[in-house]
């Protein structure tokens, strides 16, 4: 894995954590405790939010690993409408207290970017996945395509990806960030195993959501 880029804190988290430190301050300053208390509370969260810890990467090469920390809501077979096939689909539903910072799933080249401008339902519904803003990445993998849909979610308003068509990513390698709540889909190949069931928590790059075939 390539030496982490951003130690504990996301660098997106950097404005928002240094802004809701200095007005903590100033009202601490002025008004005293009490009234300072929510937004040193507005401050903590920040920082709980755009945490960003080193994660280990399972040693099973054949490992789909998660993209994101929250809730497994879906496990099924159902058509990917990037690449236009039949396809086991993972959902992983991430609240505002989860990290969100997003590792790609497996080891591969970026085939193919897309970014669909939409609404901003409830992240943890069906239709968020095809309604919702969203960006995707087909990843060309030894062992077939692997489709990764970052989707924006009721209070997210901000979905940042980095990676590029030609670019080799490494299985938790970071490739993007969503701001405050949303999920992550992930489309494999109908061989694959899922080893994630409905309602498990998992952690980016050390939960398993499936097994590709060898």
């Not at 497994?72 to 689909?89: F, G, H, M, S, T």
């Not at 080891?107 to 401008?117: F, I, M, P, R, S």
């Not at 969203?134 to 009721?154: E, H, K, P, S």
């Amino acid at each position: 894995m390539k030496p982490y880029p951003h130690p504990l804190i996301a660098r997106e988290g950097w404005p928002f954590i240094a802004a809701s430190l200095i007005v903590a301050i100033a009202v601490h300053a002025y008004a005293g405790w009490g009234v300072a208390l929510f937004f040193w509370i507005v401050f903590v969260f920040m920082v709980q939010f755009f945490r960003d810890p080193p994660r280990k990467v399972p040693a099973d090469p054949d490992a789909v690993i998660s993209p994101a920390d929250g809730r497994v809501v879906v496990v099924e077979k159902a058509r990917d409408p990037y690449l236009d096939r039949d396809a086991l689909k993972i959902s992983v539903f991430m609240n505002v207290f989860n990290a969100h910072s997003n590792r790609s799933p497996v080891d591969g080249e970026v085939k193919q970017t897309w970014y669909h401008a939409g609404s901003f339902l409830n992240a943890a519904l069906a239709k968020a996945s095809l309604e919702n803003e969203r960006a995707a990445m087909a990843i060309a993998t030894a062992r077939g395509d692997v489709t990764c849909v970052q989707v924006a979610g009721l209070v997210a308003r901000r979905i940042l990806c980095y990676a590029k068509q030609g670019q080799t990513l490494a299985r938790g390698d970071r490739f993007g960030f969503i701001r405050f709540g949303s999920r992550v889909d992930v489309y494999l190949p109908l061989t694959a195993t899922p080893r994630a069931a409905v309602g498990d928590v998992v952690y980016a790059t050390e939960s398993v959501l499936a097994v590709m075939p060898a």
